[in-house]
């Protein structure tokens, strides 16, 4: 019992040292909910990120060797003032 106790609390540290705002005064039903909201919020973030990786691989052809950085750039500086251009 005592070695599963101290698995248990030496893990908790490791998520205390990682997880903002989480503070060792915590107590720990706050501890773990913080922890859960913020594995949550990463989990919102994978999934946005991986939206906006998507959208940008339709337009960007991103295993073309032909497209470089600075042809991509290029894209898209010129596709933002054309948008300008349209608003005025």
Do not use: W
Request: glycine share 4%; aromatic share 10%.
């Amino acid at each position: 019992m005592l070695v599963r106790r101290g698995k248990t609390n030496e893990k908790l540290r490791g998520l205390k040292n990682i997880v903002p705002e989480c503070y060792k005064t915590m107590e720990m039903e706050v501890m773990l909910n913080g922890i859960i909201n913020y594995v949550r919020s990463l989990e919102h973030q994978v999934v946005f990120l991986s939206l906006k990786l998507t959208a940008a691989s339709t337009y960007y052809d991103f295993n073309s060797e032909a497209d470089d950085l600075e042809t991509m750039q290029n894209r898209y500086y010129f596709g933002r003032m054309t948008h300008v251009m349209r608003m005025k």
